[in-house]
């Protein structure tokens, strides 16, 4: 396993005119690591999803909220951390709902609402969702050639 080099953590308001602050602080960290262009897109639209989640959902009942990004930044793949203390969901419950995806589904199958959670699951290498005490995004994207014959990983955590 190689060390982390560098973490950032920014701490913004949960509303949606901040998105664009994370996607602008997450393509600087991406190109300095090596992405390519179209790796930093598919990072912008994966992290730009778990960002508008969070700012729709989490505080809905509650005015406002914050949510927490961090970016964990290692030689060969960079980990992103979208965090909020708001209403949580069961992830698992919310993805049954929503019909089995796989590489064959069309996005006219997807079920309005889904395709936030298809996009990160395709876009990134790894996701996990834990949704104890607010709902954490956790999303790891490897530089290019690091992760050949892996599959996503997608899990819900709650702590008892």
């Not at 991406?30 to 729709?56: F, H, P, W």
């Not at 809905?60 to 290692?74: L, P």
């Not at 793949?77 to 419950?93: Q, R």
């Not at 996009?119 to 690091?146: A, I, P, R």
């Amino acid at each position: 396993m190689k060390q982390l080099v560098d973490y950032i953590e920014v701490k913004m308001p949960a509303k949606p005119e901040y998105v664009g602050v994370i996607r602008l602080t997450l393509s600087g960290i991406a190109g300095r690591m090596g992405y390519s262009y179209e790796e930093i897109e598919d990072l912008k639209i994966a992290v730009s999803e778990a960002c508008t989640n969070a700012a729709q959902h989490a505080y809905k009942d509650h005015g406002s909220g914050e949510t927490i990004v961090g970016f964990g930044i290692y030689d060969n793949k960079l980990e992103i951390m979208i965090s909020d203390s708001g209403e949580s969901f069961n992830f698992e419950e919310t993805r049954n709902k929503l019909g089995p995806y796989s590489a064959t589904s069309g996005t006219d199958q997807l079920v309005e609402g889904g395709l936030g959670l298809y996009l990160m699951e395709t876009l990134m290498d790894e996701v996990h969702v834990f949704d104890n005490s607010g709902v954490t995004v956790f999303m790891v994207k490897y530089l290019s050639g690091e992760r050949a014959g892996h599959d996503t990983t997608i899990s819900s955590y709650e702590e008892n």
